[in-house]
Nanobody, 126 residues
Framework: QLQAFGGGLVQAGGFLRLSCAAS????????MGWFRQAPGKEREFVSA????????YYADSVKGRFTISRDNAKNMVYLQMHGLEPEDTAVYYC?????????????????????WGQGTQVTVSS
């Protein structure tokens, strides 16, 4: 149901935009999130957006550099990543949460998500 793409290799300080395409008719009712997993580390929260797009959350490590957005008409969610650092190297996953809740306790917790994409690799060279 989710297809993430847009990853790649970029130099430190560079920019990438990740996209996540969703199928189905209920996308606009779902909160969406981005998570990432670096080699040898657990998967962690990056950013999330409420179903209408009015509420967003960011991990402290990406705040001010990453921007999440969504286009419900196109069933898409995006993650714009500026000022990339080698520490951002990871596989990035998009995920959907069907309850529609907008609080951080829900959108910030990967255990709350109901469906996941396959991931896209982001590699930042120093």
């Amino acid at each position: 149901q989710l297809q993430a793409f847009g990853g790649g290799l970029v130099q430190a300080g560079g920019f990438l935009r990740l996209s996540c395409a969703a199928s189905g008719r209920t996308f606009s009712r779902h909160g969406m999130g981005w998570f990432r997993q670096a080699p040898g580390k657990e998967r962690e929260f990056v950013s999330a957006i409420s179903r209408g797009g009015g509420t967003t959350y960011y991990a402290d490590s990406v705040k001010g550099r990453f921007t999440i957005s969504r286009d419900n008409a196109k069933n898409m969610v995006y993650l714009q990543m500026h000022g990339l650092e080698p520490e951002d190297t990871a596989v990035y996953y998009c995920a959907g949460e069907v309850s529609g809740a907008s609080r951080y306790a829900t959108l910030g917790a990967q255990s709350q998500y109901d469906y996941w994409g396959q991931g896209t690799q982001v590699t930042v060279s120093s």
